[in-house]
């Protein structure tokens, strides 16, 4: 499968404080998307985005296409407590749709 | 809404024994599902593609006779694992691709996970 790396692996950060991650990938993707898994639980959709350089928001969420189509970040401001999860970005390849994941960042917040 | 059901949520099996996960689109239809494994704190893993009333198309490295998959349906997949032992104890997700007509990309609905323990 594609090999997405993604970053950081973990963070530990206040309420109030923003947030960034991102994913970046030696192929190009067609498609990236931002989930959140709570745990125990499937992943929830965040955002989606579909062209290179589109830069999408939802809420406190923000999400941008790398114009090579190789990379993503998300950035999350004014984190709350219930942002803790673990956040994974996902390239879509293909006519196929087939979804390859990154390794996950996992979110702290402190109160 | 787009809801993915999957049954049973968690399952304890023994060794050597079948085991089968029910993955439902359950007001939308599904061409495509797809079913993931996910270890603990690690990320989700592609084991195949499943179009319906066709064979699923499997992942390098994942065992198609191991992990059978049907998808007789556009709202049903099912993923039966075969002579199931403990290394097979996992989360397994799936989700069912909704497609957009006219647009190109296929969003992806997860189900809830299926935690898997073979004692």
């Known amino acids: 499968g594609q090999q997405l790396n993604q970053s950081p692996q973990s963070m530990f950060i206040q309420e109030g404080e923003d947030v960034s991650m991102n994913c970046t990938s030696s192929?190009?993707?067609?498609?990236w998307l931002w989930y959140k898994q709570d745990p125990g639980e499937g992943p929830v959709l965040l955002i989606a985005?579909?062209?290179?350089?589109e830069l999408t928001s939802n809420g406190r969420l923000t999400a941008q296409f790398g114009i090579t189509r190789k990379d993503s970040f998300l950035n999350i401001s004014a984190s709350i407590p219930s942002d803790v999860g673990i956040y994974f970005c996902?390239?879509?390849?293909?006519?196929?749709?087939?979804?390859?994941f990154g390794s996950g960042t996992k979110l702290n917040v402190k109160p | 809404g787009a809801v993915v059901s999957q049954h049973p949520s968690w399952v304890i099996c023994k060794s050597g024994t079948s085991v089968k996960i029910e993955c439902r689109s359950l007001?939308?239809?599904?061409?495509?599902m797809f079913w993931y494994r996910q270890f603990p704190k690690q990320s989700l893993m592609l084991m195949a593609t499943?179009?319906?009333?066709?064979?699923?198309?499997?992942e390098q490295g994942v065992e198609k006779d191991k992990f059978l998959i049907n998808h007789a349906s556009l709202t049903l997949s099912t993923l039966t694992v075969t002579s199931a032992h403990p290394e097979d104890s996992s989360f397994y997700i799936c989700?069912?691709?909704?497609?957009?007509?006219?647009?190109?990309?296929?969003?992806?609905?997860f189900g809830p996970g299926t935690r898997l323990t073979v004692l």
């Open positions: 996902a390239g879509q390849v293909g006519n196929f749709n087939k979804f390859y």
């Open positions: 989700s069912a691709s909704k497609v957009a007509g006219g647009i190109r990309w296929n969003e992806q609905f």
């Open positions: 499943s179009n319906e009333g066709s064979k699923a198309t499997y």
């Open positions: 007001d939308f239809q599904a061409t495509t």
């Open positions: 192929s190009i993707f067609n498609t």
């Open positions: 985005l579909y062209k290179a350089g």
